[in-house]
C-alpha cells in the first residue's frame, strides 16, 4: 500500500518481458502511477491472473487506475473489487487492458471508480478475445465515453453483466460501443445510467452490437437516446 512510479507505471507493481503474475487474496491500496496502472502495470509477454482480491483507492495519470494490461500474455481476472480508483485521459478508472493477449473477468465489481476519460469502470482495447461474465460494472464515472465500460476492441463478450447507475459526460452512461469487432451482450442488464447521448447504451455506427435476453431500463440521456443511441 501506499508506493508511487513518480514518471512512470505500476505504482505498486510492474511487470515486464516473460513474466508470470499471479495475485491472490490480495489488496492493492492507495497506489499511485505517474504513467498507467495505478497499483499494476503488466507489459508484453506478462501472464496475469488476478483472483480473489482488492484493488481501492488507486491513482493513475494515465490509464487503468486500479490495473493496466498491455500485454501478448493472457489476463484473468476472477472475484475481484475494483473500488474507488482513479485514471486520467487514457481511461479505465478500474481496468484498462490493451495487447493481443486474451481477457477473461469473471465474478468481479468494478464500483465507484473514476476517469477523465473514457470508461469509468474499465476501458476495453484488446485486440484479443474478452469475455466477461456474472460481474457487476455500477457507480463509476466518465469525464469522457463510456460511463461504466467503454469498449475499443475487437472481440468482446458480456454475459450475465448488470451494469447499473453509471454516468457519463459524453456518450454511453452504461456502455461506449466503438469496438472495431463486435459487442455481444447476453443475459445482461443495463439500469439507471445517464449520459448526454446514449444512457444505456451509445454504439457507433461502424460497430456492430449483438444482443440477447438483455434489458435496457430505467437510463437517461441529455440528448439522444434514453436507452440505446446508435
Known amino acids: 500500500a501506499r508506493n508511487s512510479a513518480i ?13 508470470d503474475l499471479t495475485l491472490t487474496e ?37 490509464g487503468g487506475g486500479g490495473l493496466s494490461a498491455f500485454a501478448e500474455g493472457a489476463l484473468s481476472i476472477e472475484g475481484v473489487v475494483f473500488s474507488g480508483n482513479r485514471a486520467g485521459l487514457d481511461g479505465g478508472g478500474g481496468l484498462s487492458t490493451d495487447g493481443p493477449g486474451e481477457v477473461d473477468i469473471d465474478e468481479t465489481t468494478f464500483s465507484s471508480n473514476f476517469a477523465e476519460g473514457y470508461g469509468g469502470g474499465l476501458a476495453i482495447n484488446s ?12 457507480d463509476n464515472t466518465s469525464l469522457g465515453r463510456g460511463g461504466g465500460l467503454s469498449d475499443q476492441g475487437k472481440e468482446v463478450t458480456l454475459a450475465r453483466v448488470y451494469i447499473y447507475a453509471n454516468s457519463a459526460a459524453e456518450d454511453g452512461g452504461g456502455i461506449d460501443n466503438k469496438s472495431g469487432g463486435a459487442l455481444e451482450v447476453l443475459d445482461s442488464t443495463i439500469h439507471k445510467n445517464t449520459a448526454a447521448n446514449g444512457g444505456g447504451l451509445a454504439n457507433a455506427a461502424d460497430s456492430t452490437l449483438l444482443g440477447s435476453r438483455s434489458t435496457l431500463r430505467e437510463n437517461r440521456a441529455g440528448g439522444n437516446g434514453g436507452g440505446l443511441a446508435n
Open 127 to 138: 485486440f484479443g478475445a474478452v469475455t466477461m461474465t456474472d460481474s457487476t460494472v455500477r
Open 7 to 19: 514518471a512512470g507505471g505500476g505504482g505498486g507493481i510492474f511487470t515486464d518481458l516473460e513474466v
Open 26 to 62: 490480495t489488496v492493492l491500496s492507495h497506489n499511485t502511477a505517474g504513467s498507467d496502472g495505478g497499483a499494476v502495470r503488466s507489459e508484453h509477454k506478462t501472464t496475469t491472473v488476478v483472483s480473489d482480491s482488492a484493488f481501492t483507492d488507486n491513482i493513475a495519470a494515465g
